[in-house]
């Protein structure tokens, strides 16, 4: 879909845009075809020297060529040719394309997950976690993919309306705080639990899906 700008915007009339925001949040998808929330989203550019490159920050210079933040759409997009049809040239494209944008999203949400306990809105560790549940339930719970289905459902059981992050290991989520491993944390409501909540469903799609820990079955 082509951006359209602020004098264009302006121009449609209500009827024939009812939701200025909606189509201004949208971008096409190369995979599928179909316009999406671009949350959901890849953007990659050309670079000068015809390379395809991800923008997971969007902000790199160029016409953005959009893509599902999902694996299996890149991998269509890279066998269909698709990246050099909608750029409308001769395009290098790395091999190695789903893993590098994996790679960026790991690194923005552990970059995310430093800046928030850094700020003083995050708290990581079983007990800290307990605690802070046991008085408030706002914000985002993070969970290792390898913690410990006990102490995750535990956790999850004092706040079942908490949205859950469940993309990293233990050792990447401890990694982000200078820590070797860290299972469980919060981060408070804000712009940072927004901006993680973003990058980690989209790195969930270049991901394969870790299953949430399982209720026990009941005693009979």
Do not use: N
Not at 48 to 71: F, H, K, Q, T, Y
Not at 88 to 98: C, E, G, I, M, N
Not at 152 to 167: D, E, G, N, T, W
Request: proline letters at 5%; hydrophobic letters at 40%.
């Amino acid at each position: 879909m082509t951006e359209l700008s602020t004098l264009a915007v302006a121009a449609q009339t209500r009827s024939a845009e009812p939701d200025v925001s909606t189509a201004l949040s949208e971008r096409r998808c190369l995979a599928c075809g179909l316009s999406l929330d671009r949350d959901g989203l890849i953007r990659f550019v050309v670079d000068p020297e015809g390379m395809i490159v991800p923008d997971v920050d969007e902000r790199l210079p160029g016409r953005g060529l959009w893509v599902s933040a999902d694996r299996d759409a890149i991998e269509t997009v890279l066998r269909r040719k698709l990246f050099a049809k909608a750029a409308k040239q001769a395009v290098r494209v790395p091999d190695s394309l789903p893993q590098q944008v994996e790679t960026l999203l790991t690194r923005r949400c552990r970059e995310l997950i430093g800046l928030a306990r850094r700020a003083g809105q995050a708290v990581f560790g079983y007990q800290k976690v307990r605690e802070r549940l046991m008085t408030r339930t706002d914000g985002l719970l993070l969970e290792a993919t390898d913690g410990a289905d006990g102490e995750c459902r535990k956790l999850r059981s004092l706040a079942p309306q908490m949205q859950v992050v469940r993309v990293l290991s233990a050792a990447e989520i401890g990694a982000s705080i200078g820590r070797e491993y860290i299972v469980h944390g919060v981060v408070q409501s804000g712009r940072l639990a927004d901006r993680l909540v973003r990058d980690a469903s989209r790195l969930r799609g270049l991901r394969s899906p870790v299953p949430f820990p399982s209720q026990p079955a009941e005693s009979m």
